[in-house]
T-cell receptor, first 110, second 116 residues
Framework: GIQVEQSPPDLILQEGANSTLRCNFSDSVNNLQWFHQNPWGQLINLFYIPSGTKQNGRLSATTVATERYSLLYISSSQTTDSGVYFCAVEQKAAGNKLTFGGGTRVLVKP | KAGVTQTPRYLIKTRGQQVTLSCSPISGHRSVSWYQQTPGQGLQFLFEYFSETQRNKGNFPGRFSGRQFSNSRSEMNVSTLELGDSALYLC???????????????FGPGTRLTVL
């Protein structure tokens, strides 16, 4: 099956810093989503981004489907950005189930 | 519009018992998918239900089963619990069958199951 790898696995930031999270996938996909999991386990949708670039406040994401990677940018990080960030991909041949990467654990220190 | 709800939020069981978890999708959503999250295996797809029928299944043993009701609410059942079944179980809903759409999936808060 498809492999989804995220880097780095852990990230410690000082409040106000910028960062980039990466997601690589091993095969072509129909869709890619980024999620933020809060400390209580809730997965929050951040971006639905099969290709191109999207921005939502301090977060933005870019997916280059032809090169099989996606990037999530966090600018001016805040302590509330702490948590685990997951990317997940869908393939039509697999019934569009979500295949998740291992996540990037982000800790933003005040 | 209310989000995806899951009950119970926390559950403690012992080995050999069985457990049933419930998921109510967003109103109007007809597809419900279940995922298991463990520290060792990460987030893994269990199955998807649509129109009261299982439409897709992940690589889990037959002890894991589910069903969906006519109002789209779904339950999953795990029989003969093992220690390794301790996990956060998440359900997600979307408007249409996953295999024919790429609608965004919305996740519930999860049920945290501990098997002793």
């Amino acid at each position: 099956g498809i492999q989804v790898e995220q880097s780095p696995p852990d990230l410690i930031l000082q409040e106000g810093a910028n960062s980039t999270l990466r997601c690589n996938f091993s095969d072509s996909v129909n869709n890619l989503q980024w999620f933020h999991q809060n400390p209580w386990g809730q997965l929050i949708n951040l971006f639905y981004i099969p290709s191109g670039t999207k921005q939502n406040g301090r977060l933005s994401a870019t997916t280059v489907a032809t090169e099989r990677y996606s990037l999530l940018y966090i600018s001016s990080s805040q302590t509330t950005d702490s948590g685990v960030y997951f990317c997940a991909v869908e393939q039509k041949a697999a019934g569009n189930k979500l295949t998740f990467g291992g996540g990037t654990r982000v800790l933003v220190k005040p | 519009k209310a989000g995806v709800t899951q009950t119970p939020r926390y559950l403690i069981k012992t080995r050999g018992q069985q457990v049933t978890l419930s998921c109510s999708p967003i109103s109007g959503h007809r597809s419900v998918s279940w995922y298991q999250q463990t520290p060792g295996q990460g987030l893994q797809f269990l199955f998807e239900y649509f129109s009261e029928t299982q439409r897709n299944k992940g690589n889990f043993p037959g002890r894991f089963s589910g069903r969906q009701f006519s109002n789209s609410r779904s339950e999953m059942n795990v029989s003969t619990l093992e220690l390794g079944d301790s996990a956060l179980y998440l359900c997600a809903s979307s408007p249409r069958l996953r295999g024919r759409s790429t609608d965004t999936q919305y996740f519930g808060p999860g049920t945290r199951l501990t098997v002793l």
